[in-house]
């Protein structure tokens, strides 16, 4: 139904402009009684959406992004490793509303697995310390085989980095836990 009802559409339409669009372009979606609704496109690689993806990219990202620059992407073979991947977003206090900036945020004891990643989203640094910038801060990811795990591991990585100026929720991936 994704592909059908939404993706070959948007590529259909993409191919009929005169000056196509050349860059990522990944659907975000809302499933409600068993159909997707698109609800927007993303197109930067900072998005969590994006961040599930990378990890599980077995090709070598520079070979997709050199492909897609000289417009052959036909002719590379994009591969994946056979994982899982979540993402968990540490949001500041307050967010998406009004919510306070230059926060400090210490992951210096933080001990990251091999397949744990953290990705800085609205986080500078201000007088040598890491601090809080955006609404959404660090996102953090795990890849592996069960989903029940990489939430697990995210979230006691999230509760290790300790940080009370900031949330994050905590629905993420029950729905495909609850349904295995």
């Known amino acids: 139904q994704i592909i059908e009802k939404i993706v070959n559409p948007t590529l259909l339409a993409l191919k009929k402009k005169k000056n ?20 927007e496109y993303n197109i930067r690689m900072g998005d969590p959406e994006c961040q599930v993806i990378i990890p599980r990219l077995k090709t ?22 056979n994982l899982k991947c979540m993402t968990i977003v540490m949001c500041s206090k307050g967010y998406p509303g ?4 230059n926060k400090t945020i ?8 091999k397949n744990l990643f953290i990705y800085h989203a609205g986080t500078k640094i201000l007088n040598n310390n890491l601090v ?12 592996g085989s069960s989903f029940k795990n990489l939430r697990n591991n995210i979230i006691k990585t999230i509760k290790s980095i300790n940080w009370k100026f900031g949330f994050f929720r ?5 729905r495909v836990i609850k349904n295995k």
Do not use: C, E, H, T
Request: positive net charge.
């Open 170 to 174: 905590r629905d993420i991936g029950w």
């Open 132 to 143: 809080s910038s955006g609404g959404r801060v660090l996102n953090i990811s795990s890849v």
């Open 106 to 113: 210490n992951l210096k004891n933080i001990k990251l697995k």
């Open 98 to 101: 009004n919510y306070q900036k």
């Open 20 to 39: 196509p669009y050349q860059g990522f372009l990944y659907v975000g979606l809302m499933i409600k009684n068993n159909k997707p609704y698109l609800i």
């Open 60 to 81: 070598d990202l520079l070979k997709i992004l050199n492909a897609a620059v000289s417009n052959n992407l036909n002719r590379i073979n994009i591969k994946w490793k």
